[in-house]
């Protein structure tokens, strides 16, 4: 039985991906490195990696538009960006889409292979829970499908991405009571640094916005803990 991690590295710079793909070799990974997006896609839909590394700036099909294609097709992969980049909004943006975490270049090996593993045990967490075949949540005027990811009001349905509809799950498993922001960074971001806070304050606002039409619904801050969803 191959015990081993097979991750699907996404990288253009040809020296760097080798050198990563060959330390990770030596550390027990099984690595399927791709130079671009579309070969990162096509390897994804043949080799069904457990996790998935990918470049942000990448030719013919960048990082964002891999993952999200990833993403669409598997809600629970773990996706790590590797950029270069440093602006917050590069971060969020990757968030948004979906992705689980993200470390700047230059980054060691090992700071690498804690963040994928630590990734996967947080997956491994998630599916040994149990998850009914429906989990219908209403709120207010609204309908909340959490199988599905939809949030229904009598004149809309909306498609929610997957990271919002788990913070949505959490805010009613919690309805009516705090739910504490610490405990959500680390469940579905990994850690709570500020670049994942920022993020998470970005999901909160989308999700407020969704909630408009019913004004009896509110997701209140409750300031350093975290938020109320009250309806």
Known sequence: MNSK???LFVEDESTLGFIVKESLETRDFEVIYCKNGVEGWAAFEAQTPDACVLDV???EMDGFTLAEKIRAKNPLVPILFLTAKSQTQDVVK?????????IKKPFSMEE???RVKALLRSKSVYEQQPIPNTELWTIGDFQFDYPKQTLTHPQQERKLTNREAEILHLLCQHQNQVLERKPVLLQLWGDDTFFNARSMDVFITKLRKYFKADPRVEIVNVRGVGYKLIA
């Open 5 to 7: 991690i097979k991750l």
């Open 112 to 114: 690498l292979i804690v």
């Open 57 to 59: 700036m990448m030719p």
């Open 94 to 102: 990757g968030f948004e889409i979906g992705a689980n975490d993200y």
